[in-house]
Structure formats: structure tokens, C-alpha cells
């Protein structure tokens, strides 16, 4: 089995910082890409950015030059450091890694899903 956990989140006055982290474990799996998602109440879940095994991000035009995305492909973790934060960066949010498995004889391919983080902005 894989298990993917976040930590960090919280709340937080509007231009504030905060810090996520996320590490994928388990046993005789190799992560692609990983990335992060959010999903405010009454909306559906959106990207924030994501970033491959190579180091090459992408991002929500919402978060372009406050979020980065950083990764160890090591420890198998990946951060969101979330900088200059506004009301409605408030969401909880997931971290994802589609991730290769050895199962038996084969490797398959999958989507693993953290169980979220609270992330609260006051204005």
C-alpha cells in the first residue's frame, strides 16, 4: 500500500505565509508527478500548481508569484510554501502523486490523494 499525507496547515492573517508538506510512503513505488489541489466549500476541487519528477512546475494562474512548489524526490516529499496569502486561498488542500506500483509481475499506475489540509485566511 502507498499513503500519501499532508501537514501544515492552519490559519492565517491576509499576507501571510504558510508552509504545507507532503510525503508519499509505502513500498516498491515510484512517484511521477506530484502536486497540490484545493477545494473551497460550495466549489468544486482546482489545481494549485503541480511539479514533475524532473523538477518542471506548473501553477494556477491564481498563484503565479505567491505559491512555489518544491520536491525531494529522495524522501519522497513535496512542499507548498504559500506566500502573500489572500481570503480566498482559503480551502482545504490536497496533495496528489500519481504514482507507479510493482504488483506481483506487473507496474501499474495510479492517483493517490492525501486526506486534506485545512488552510484558513482571515481578511
Known amino acids: 500500500q502507498v499513503q500519501v499525507v499532508e501537514s501544515g496547515g492552519g490559519l492565517v492573517q491576509a499576507g501571510g505565509s504558510l508552509r504545507l508538506s507532503c510525503v508519499a510512503s509505502?513500498?516498491?513505488?515510484?512517484?511521477?508527478?506530484m502536486g497540490w489541489y484545493r477545494q473551497a466549500p460550495g466549489k468544486q476541487r482546482e489545481l494549485v500548481g503541480t511539479i514533475t519528477s524532473g523538477g518542471h512546475t506548473n501553477y494556477a494562474d491564481s498563484v503565479k508569484a505567491r505559491f512555489t512548489i518544491s520536491r525531494d524526490n529522495a524522501k519522497n516529499t513535496v512542499n507548498l510554501q504559500m506566500n502573500s496569502l489572500k481570503p480566498e486561498d482559503t480551502a482545504v488542500y490536497y496533495c496528489?502523486?500519481?504514482?507507479?506500483?510493482?504488483?506481483?509481475?506487473?507496474?501499474?499506475?495510479?492517483?493517490?490523494w492525501g486526506q486534506g489540509t485545512q488552510v484558513t485566511v482571515s481578511s
Open positions: 509505502g513500498s516498491d513505488f515510484s512517484i511521477n508527478t
Open positions: 496528489h502523486a500519481n504514482i507507479r506500483r510493482r504488483i506481483g509481475p506487473t507496474i501499474r499506475a495510479g492517483d493517490y
